[in-house]
């Protein structure tokens, strides 16, 4: 997408002998840009740990650059298939609950273990990591092409000119993936093909990556969009200013059940009493093949108690305007900051995926992803165990 009229990815190659990693230092939005380069896989562990780059598609195509860097660094050790088995638990056990970050560098590892002599590392893990960034851009654009119908639908039912409302819930924009982004694809889809839309954006708290994350996309894209506090979504609902709500996802079981951003489950209930439609846009890459139950089978992420504690925001001074944080509870209260939820397959009407939408049950998604769940494999407790 483009930023300041020039096209952006969230994480690219740049140079040669070797390609360097970039990425879009995420934690300065929107109040400033800033690119990093990723120089090991310590860094990357860090980048992905510390929210450097958030969003699952993001985290998942981080994670396969960073495995190039992992190769780069274990083809000068002594055992180098061991050495990389340990960068890629470093990078597995960074964040929980996004399943393409497990994907990503489990795809790597096979693909690497398979070659066996680690002198062509190098070169087939770049092409990999390459291959899952385009990739996933690709899904996206998809999912954009797919859900577009589902706006154009809604439009088409308003008096000329009114806008198509949409409520969405944290990013799941470009900044969450590699580009387009999942639950933004169709909204930036409807608004290039000239469907008047705009966009409810949740702040999400406590993170806010709807009030900072999405809201400047959206208005980097020229987007109308009003951001509202994370409590607003059931009143506007009953009131009818909610005509759809499409989100992204973390982690999809095979049987529909979502983990996204915290706070989502009640947005689906709200959506589901006021019959509100609510999509789920993903890649196929979100999919968790081996979890049946989501509440309890997917893992959530449970987050420094700081991050409910204090807000970060502008301030104007007199050297002009920083970011600062500052703290909002007393300082004797405990918090809590679990991350994510899970929203049952029964609040969810649909998901978009790059193959088109589908009902969020294991029939609907076997039929548009056939033998995806028998091919999957329990990589991430081989990788755990040595060989021996
Ligand atoms: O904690 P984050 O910012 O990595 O959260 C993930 C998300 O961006 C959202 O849950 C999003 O809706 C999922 S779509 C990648």
Redesign the pocket.
């Known amino acids: 997408m483009l930023v300041n009229g020039k096209p952006y990815r969230t994480v690219w190659l740049e140079g040669t002998n070797p390609p360097r990693v970039r990425i879009i230092d995420q934690r300065y939005l929107p109040f400033r840009f800033v690119v990093e380069t990723l120089e090991d896989v310590a860094s990357t562990a860090i980048a992905i740990k510390e ?1 450097h780059v ?6 998942g195509a981080t994670a396969g650059f960073g495995m190039y860097l992992a190769a780069l660094e274990a083809i000068r050790h002594s055992d180098p298939l061991q050495a990389l088995r340990g960068f890629a638990e470093q990078l597995k056990t960074t ?1 929980p609950t ?1 399943v393409n970050l497990a994907w990503a560098v489990d795809r790597q590892f096979q693909v690497l273990e398979k070659a066996g002599s680690p002198d062509g590392w190098v070169a087939i893990a770049l092409e990999t990591a390459r291959n899952i960034a385009d990739e996933d851009a690709h899904s996206c654009q998809e999912i954009g092409r797919h859900g577009l119908p589902l706006i154009q639908e809604v439009a088409s039912r308003k008096c000329a000119g009114a806008p198509v409302n949409i409520l969405t ?4 924009g470009w900044l ?2 590699v580009d387009y982004g ?2 933004t694809s169709p909204i930036y889809a409807a608004h290039d093909a000239g469907i008047p839309v705009h966009v409810w954006v949740d702040e999400t708290r406590p ?1 806010n ?1 709807g009030a900072r994350l999405t809201a400047w996309e959206l208005a980097s894209h020229g987007v109308s969009h009003t951001v509202i506090s994370d409590n607003a979504g059931g009143h506007l609902m009953q009131h009818g200013q909610v005509d759809l709500v499409i ?4 982690r999809t079981t095979y049987t529909g059940d979502v983990a ?2 915290i706070g ?1 489950y009640l947005k689906a209930l709200a959506a589901m009493d006021n019959g509100v439609p609510f999509y789920v846009a993903l890649p196929s890459s ?1 999919f968790d093949w081996e979890i049946a139950d989501g509440i309890h089978g997917i893992p959530i992420e449970e987050r420094p108690a700081k991050e409910v504690t204090h807000v970060s925001g502008l301030v104007s001074g007199a050297c002009g305007e920083d970011e600062t944080t500052l703290q909002i509870l007393p300082s004797g209260s405990a918090a809590s900051n679990p ?2 939820d899970v929203t049952p397959a029964r609040l969810v009407t649909g998901l978009i995926t790059e193959r088109g939408i589908c009902t969020a049950t294991e029939e609907g998604i076997a039929r548009l992803f056939p033998g995806f769940r028998e091919c999957s494999s329990h990589s991430a407790l081989q990788l755990a165990t040595p060989k021996t």
């Open positions: 929210m958030r969003g699952a598609g993001c985290i964040r996004a819930h944290c990013n799941a969450a993936f999942s639950a993170r990556q989100t992204g996802t973390d996204n951003k989502t979100t991350a994510f």
